[in-house]
Nanobody
Framework: QVQLVESGGGLVQPGGSLTLSCAAS????????IGWFRQAPGKEREVVSC????????YYADSVKGRFTISADNAKNTVYLQMNTLKPEDTAVYYC??????????????????WGQGTQVTVSS
């Protein structure tokens, strides 16, 4: 049974930082493509970042480029999203997801097979 468990969300002031973690069980993350998505109230779920674990390729949405960094610790079977210089518009529920079939960067929700339960990130003063 595949499980993805996110953690690390919370309330942070604008300009602050958070690191989200996505711990996987039931599969080995180094075989797959992992994505971080977010969904703000009243908005569609959107891709934030993507990581092709087999070759290290990454993708970042324009809105987070230069501020967020995706990485993986395969020994811990965990993927991270380091978020710096947070803005109020980064407020959302953040989800990690795994694509079982892709070997390249994929950015749509339909490309992903397993999802975590989400972790809330709130950026507010």
């Amino acid at each position: 049974q595949v499980q993805l468990v996110e953690s690390g969300g919370g309330l942070v002031q604008p300009g602050g930082s958070l690191t989200l973690s996505c711990a996987a069980s039931g599969l080995t993350l180094d075989d797959y493509v992992i994505g971080w998505f977010r969904q703000a109230p009243g908005k569609e779920r959107e891709v934030v970042s993507c990581f092709v674990n087999s070759d290290g390729r990454t993708y970042y949405a324009d809105s987070v480029k230069g501020r967020f960094t995706i990485s993986a610790d395969n020994a811990k079977n965990t993927v991270y999203l380091q978020m710096n210089t947070l803005k109020p518009e980064d407020t959302a529920v953040y989800y990690c997801a795994v694509s079982m079939d892709s070997v390249v960067v994929v950015t749509t929700t339909d490309d992903y097979d397993y999802w975590g339960q989400g972790t809330q990130v709130t950026v507010s003063s």
